[in-house]
């Protein structure tokens, strides 16, 4: 059955006939899945796949709930719950009675436990009460959340207070350093930053910070900018980054977006060449509008692993795995499209219509579609294509559900 929320167990593993084994079973047995029966409970010895510590860092990621046991403060349990604290999401403590706890976390609620039947009773009451009002609580307060709070509100203060005078609206009359000058070119009101004018390399290495200087910023407008530089927001901690807009751009550098995890709009609508990995592992892209794209570089869309639909009304040819790593893709039109490399689509994928508008032949490589499942997949061509479809639905070298007339996503 699935319950839809998880919950991951920190702890100490063992080996299969250890007491530390025999403990951590008990523990999700007879208390974890009986104080949360709505949660799939999961810990590191019950994932399967051979990538288990990605697993378990996924686990400890996204999960709703993590409780960690800080018996033996065993150093995998403490490097796992500094990952949980980083990410600012609920967890509970506990450990056996008598466990002295590290200075660094000394100030956390910890519930302690005995191991005995009337232990394991009031163990459940205490977890029960502590992830309640944690799952409810606006914010997470841990030792990394505080800095990162006095840091950002130390921030604000200093920028008000250095380069902004409120009553003429001017900067100190000296030389500026690069944090300065790149705070001149910038206008910042409620959630969003402005940015008038070009960047130099400089103002780019800033912009990457501009978060820790302006801590309320979630969304980027380039006022006038022609080009997105490589590599521009490209960072696996931005999680701050939640919209893009560039109406002027007109190039997008490589990997200038990859891993902004948190970006679910990109306001696009002039962009004309995508570069490498451009958007790759941008999680929360679903279905981005890029009407005037004629070029995309290899692997643009890497890992959006939330992109369902895509429409490209212009592009020419569709390169080397455009879409690695898209497990929802849905659909996709391609209405130009004239050419199609290797490996274009993913390897799974929920994928069920692919569109080629093109009259003319379209140049497909031999590994084009190399993925299973082509027989769950409608495609629509026209023309050429159309015709040159082979009996029992066969073209580009695979066999699909069925074939039908052209006609836009």
């Known amino acids: 059955m699935d319950k839809g929320k998880r919950l991951f167990f920190i702890t100490p593993i063992g080996n299969n006939e250890s007491e530390i084994r025999k403990r951590t079973d008990g523990i999700i047995e007879n208390i974890l899945k009986i104080a949360f029966p709505d949660f799939d409970v999961k810990c590191s010895h019950m994932l399967p796949g051979s990538m288990i510590n990605n697993e378990i860092?996924?686990?400890?990621?996204?999960?709703?709930?993590?409780?960690?046991?800080?018996?033996?403060?065993?150093?995998?349990?403490?490097?796992?719950?500094?990952?949980?604290?980083?990410?600012?999401?609920?967890?509970?403590?506990?450990a056996l009675r008598d466990t002295k706890i590290p200075f660094d976390i000394s100030h956390d609620r910890?519930?302690?436990?005995?191991?005995?039947?009337?232990?394991?009773?009031?163990?459940i009451d205490g977890i029960k009460g502590t992830a309640k009002a944690a799952l409810e609580a606006k914010t997470i307060e841990n030792p990394i959340s505080i800095y990162r709070s006095v840091r950002k509100k130390n921030a604000r203060k200093n920028f008000e207070k250095i380069f902004v005078d409120k009553k003429s609206q001017t900067l100190p009359k000296r030389k500026l350093s690069k944090k300065e000058a790149f705070l001149a070119k910038v206008s910042v009101e409620g959630n969003e930053a402005a940015i008038k004018g070009e960047l130099d390399d400089d103002d780019w290495a800033e912009l990457k910070k501009i978060n820790?200087?302006?801590?309320?910023?979630?969304?980027i407008h380039f006022c006038n900018v022609a080009r997105i530089k490589n590599g521009a927001f490209s960072d696996p901690e931005n999680r701050w980054l939640k919209k893009i807009s560039a109406p002027k751009a007109l190039r997008i550098g490589e990997l200038?977006?990859?891993?902004?995890?948190?970006?679910?709009?990109?306001d696009l609508q002039n962009v004309e060449s995508v570069g490498y990995c451009a958007f790759g592992y941008c999680e929360s892209m679903e279905s981005p509008s890029l009407p005037n794209v004629t070029?995309?570089?290899?692997?643009?869309?890497?890992?959006?692993?939330?992109?369902?639909?895509?429409?490209?009304?212009?592009?020419?040819?569709?390169p080397d795995e455009l879409f690695d790593g898209c497990w929802s893709l849905r659909k996709v039109d391609f209405p130009k499209v004239k050419s199609i490399d290797m490996h274009s689509f993913p390897s799974q994928s929920l994928l069920e219509?692919?569109?080629?508008?093109?009259?003319?032949?379209?140049?497909?490589?031999?590994?084009?579609?190399?993925?299973?499942?082509?027989?769950k997949i409608t495609l629509?061509?026209?023309?050429?294509?159309?015709?040159?479809?082979e009996n029992g639905n066969?073209?580009?070298?695979?066999?699909?559900?069925?074939?039908?007339?052209?006609?836009?996503?």
């Open 256 to 266: 200038a977006f990859c891993f902004c995890s948190e970006v679910g709009h990109f």
């Open 212 to 219: 820790t200087y302006c801590p309320d910023v979630e969304n």
């Open 394 to 409: 066969k073209w580009g070298g695979c066999i699909w559900k069925s074939i039908q007339e052209y006609k836009p996503l």
């Open 110 to 123: 910890v519930i302690f436990y005995e191991d005995s039947f009337s232990g394991a009773s009031n163990l």
């Open 57 to 94: 860092l996924e686990h400890i990621d996204e999960d709703e709930l993590v409780v960690a046991d800080l018996t033996g403060l065993n150093p995998n349990v403490m490097y796992e719950l500094a990952f949980r604290h980083s990410v600012e999401k609920p967890v509970v403590l506990i």
């Open 353 to 375: 219509e692919l569109r080629f508008g093109c009259e003319e032949h379209i140049d497909t490589h031999p590994l084009a579609f190399e993925f299973a499942g082509t027989k």
């Open 380 to 389: 629509y061509l026209r023309g050429a294509n159309l015709e040159s479809v």
């Open 295 to 318: 070029h995309i570089d290899k692997e643009a869309f890497s890992g959006c692993k939330k992109l369902e639909n895509i429409s490209l009304p212009v592009l020419g040819n569709i």
